[in-house]
């Protein structure tokens, strides 16, 4: 036994302190606030809910209660967490779009698809959904344990008896301690055919359980497009992914014009985000096809897109559609549920139903069992009654002249001698102990009252008698055979079945089944009309594309302590390359970028580059060809112009450089030979074969600086010389350029007499 000192303080490391309490909250997380329970599929808040609606009595066909009433008694009895948890979780279950089978019936505004929050609990009522009811069925019957709430005043069910497998029937979500569960909702009628299946071949193979059971079935709707192979895959595994679309039609308007009208959208997408988004792409231009949305939803979801032009294909409209909205998202699976409510595990889809049925069979074996015990309290009250008509005259006179007439009953032995109320043919006497009465039978005999002492009473207690004992056998035998309790658990679920069959509102199937396709790229000169534009950009980086060709040296406007520094000619159609110090690439959509009435847009707003990363240089993207890029270090390589194009605003690293390193130059390769000038004005040429061509790195030296670094570089047709611009504007030629001639990464020779000042070569 370890000694407590006398100031009461033990000491203890640390990592031992928070290993033991961490371990504390983790289990506490993952058993009683993260992970459903596999038999009734309920998390404690959400069973305690129900529970409590229970002792309220807000039964499905009763009257509502003040959603704050309901929120006060879970918190105060069972649930001693925030009213606006408590609240949060009793709204989800009342939300039609978020449970495909709600389990609480709310009136008032709890919420909807676009993504608005519940009314305050003040504000709206409540009380228990049909399937709510199904679920606690039994509850009496001692059909599951009972523990005590948290304070020990009350007591609560561990686990519901659930008449249906509600943990696949609404779904679940959460996030634990190293651990996590998401279950997507499922069709009861489904379900229900699955667990017949089940118990008819407890064997079944997982294949053929996903014949009976297909996949999810959301409470949105929409279209499954999952291959059917990864859908078994997910089943048996418990993990996965499922894709989900919306569900669209074309609308005709009449000569030849149409639209697109969404009628139902994925789950768990908010109606009025995903509206946003389709607006973002209509203003970023990401689909040009698509001209316009409009939302016309009141009680459905209507959401109308309209096309550019009528030409336009619906299917490679929607396809472009899905491919950057939410219009298709994918639900992950993770089955990972508490069997038994102890053991976290992830399970398969034929687990989760075993853990359902073992959890029905056992309530059926507990409700028997409680049926049996009632009625043998009930016979030994019957036998005692019909001892007592037999014996009616003699226990009148105990209990009118013995004093203590209970123990004057007890201790009488019955039937000796011949009743009256029998004819001596009718008459057997009972075994010597047989006629003794039970402390529950004289209890019961001294509370009857006067008007049941009558002939005709006799013979009511016998039927009854003999009712209960044919009920009695009909029991024993069901819980002595397992063939016929598995019978009764197929009839349980036929009937709820019923209620559930694919032709009810309820149960029919809201989400189809449908092949993905193949999105088809669509060229851009498809999508975007093809205009000349003049790209600017300033020294600050505000970038704009002007209408037309114009002058590159005109008079242009800009913003006050700003200026000119590129400008070349463009179409709509190109896609233009940044080229930033940072060895990024990022791609621009001319039709994207802004006009050419203002100043422009900082471009940073519209690509992810870096603050401290100035812009290299700008070309406009062509398929298959070859870019040389170099860092102020000296080193580079060729590139392919398909290994830059980017598809994010994040860009494409191409160029790896260092610290104190920035990337320098991107230059098209247009000729045999590779012409670089470092900032101490030496020149080397070298073939260009020498260049390594690769799709990202650091690359190869290209000229060796005692000081400084690299100033410029171009690619040259050697026979053609090299030519530049002197101050002056005209073009000088060194035709021979044998003096600088050598391979990569020597350090050269000084630059030819009249060659720039600035050490740059004339680009052209």
Excluded at 176 to 191: D, K, Q, R, S, W
Excluded at 567 to 581: N, R, S, W, Y
């Amino acid at each position: 036994m370890t000694d407590i000192p006398e100031n009461g303080l033990t000491s203890e490391s640390l990592s031992r302190a928070i290993g033991a309490r961490y371990l504390t909250y983790a289990l506490s997380t993952i058993m009683h606030r993260a992970l459903p329970d596999a038999r009734d599929g309920l998390k404690p808040v959400h069973r305690r809910i129900l529970y409590a609606m229970r002792e309220l009595r807000l039964a499905s066909t009763g009257g509502f209660r003040k959603s704050a009433k309901i929120t006060g008694d879970v918190m105060g009895n069972y649930h001693p967490h925030g009213d606006a948890a408590i609240y949060d979780a009793m709204a989800r279950l009342a939300q039609d779009f978020a449970m495909r089978y709600p389990l609480v019936d709310g009136q008032g505004n709890f919420g909807n698809i676009d993504g608005d929050s519940p009314a305050a609990s003040r504000y709206t009522e409540a009380r228990m959904a049909a399937t709510a009811e199904a679920l606690l069925d039994g509850l009496d019957e001692d059909s599951v344990d009972f523990r005590p709430n948290y304070d020990g005043t009350l007591r609560e069910p561990v686990v519901l008896p659930a008449a249906f497998p509600n943990l696949l029937a609404n779904g679940a979500s959460g996030i634990a301690v190293g651990m996590a569960t998401n279950i997507p909702p499922h069709n009861i009628g489904e379900l229900v055919a699955g667990c017949l299946a089940m118990i008819d071949d407890p064997a079944i193979s997982e294949d053929d359980l996903v014949t009976h059971i297909p996949g999810p079935d959301f409470p949105t709707g929409g279209v499954l497009v999952e291959d059917a192979a990864s859908i078994r895959e997910s089943y048996r595994t418990g993990r996965g992914a499922f894709r989900l679309r919306a569900r669209w039609e074309k609308e005709d308007l009449g000569r030849g014009n149409w639209q697109i009208v969404v009628t139902e959208i994925p789950y768990q997408v908010a109606k009025s985000k995903l509206i946003e988004k389709l607006a973002e792409l209509i203003h970023l231009k990401k689909v040009p096809i698509l001209a316009d949305v409009r939302d016309e939803s009141a009680e459905d979801v209507r959401i109308v897109l309209e096309p550019r032009t009528r030409t336009v294909d619906p299917d490679m409209l929607m396809g472009q559609l899905f491919r950057n909205s939410d219009l298709e998202t994918r639900f992950p699976l993770n089955m990972n549920v508490l069997i038994d409510g102890k053991t976290p595990k992830v399970c398969s889809l034929k687990e989760v139903l075993r853990a359902f049925l073992d959890h029905r069979r056992e309530v059926l074996q507990r409700r028997s069992q409680h049926r049996m015990d009632k009625i043998d309290h009930r016979l030994e009250v019957l036998e005692g009654f019909i001892i007592a008509f037999l014996n009616l005259d003699r226990v009148i006179d105990i209990i009118r002249y013995d004093t203590e007439p209970k123990s004057a009953l007890m201790r009488e032995e019955w039937g000796r001698d011949f009743p009256r109320a029998l004819s001596e043919k009718d008459y057997v006497p009972p075994a010597p102990g047989e006629g003794e009465l039970t402390e529950v039978q004289a209890e019961a005999i001294l509370n009857m009252r006067l008007r049941s002492l009558r002939r005709l009473e006799e013979i009511e207690l016998r039927r009854e008698r003999d009712e209960l004992m044919k009920e009695r056998a009909g029991l024993e035998s069901l819980l002595g055979s397992e063939r016929k309790q598995w019978k009764r658990i197929g009839e349980e679920l036929r009937k709820m079945a019923m209620f559930f069959g694919p032709d009810t509102p309820a149960g029919r199937r809201r989400t189809g089944f449908a092949e993905a396709g193949e999105v088809v790229e669509i060229p851009m000169e498809a999508m975007i009309d093809r205009e000349p534009i003049t790209v600017i950009c300033s020294r600050m980086g505000w970038i704009r594309a002007m209408k037309g060709h114009v002058a590159l040296d005109g008079d242009l406007k800009f913003k006050d302590g700003d200026g000119p520094r590129f400008a070349f000619h463009a179409e709509t159609t190109d896609k233009i390359m940044l080229f930033g110090a940072n060895g990024r690439f990022y791609t621009l959509l001319g039709a994207n970028l802004p006009g050419g009435r203002g100043m422009g847009e900082p471009v940073r707003l519209m690509v992810d580059l870096p603050n401290d990363a100035e812009i290299v240089d700008f070309l406009i993207w062509r398929p298959g060809e070859k870019l040389l890029v170099a860092s102020s270090a000296g080193d580079g390589f060729v590139v392919g112009s398909d290994d830059v194009l980017a598809q994010t605003r994040a860009g494409k690293a191409v160029l790896s450089v260092g610290e104190g390193v920035r990337a320098a130059l991107v230059r098209r390769v247009q000729g045999d030979h590779v012409a670089v000038v470092g900032e101490n004005r030496k020149m080397l040429v070298f073939p260009v074969i020498q260049v390594p061509e690769m799709t990202k790195g650091k690359g190869v030296r290209l000229q060796k600086f005692k000081d400084g670094g690299l100033s410029d570089a171009t690619t040259i047709t050697l026979a053609q010389g090299l030519s530049w611009k002197d101050p002056a504007g005209r073009t000088r030629t060194e035709a021979d350029l044998t003096e600088w001639l050598g391979n990569r990464a020597g350090m050269g020779r000084m630059a030819p007499r009249g060659f720039p000042r600035d050490n740059r070569f004339d680009q052209g």
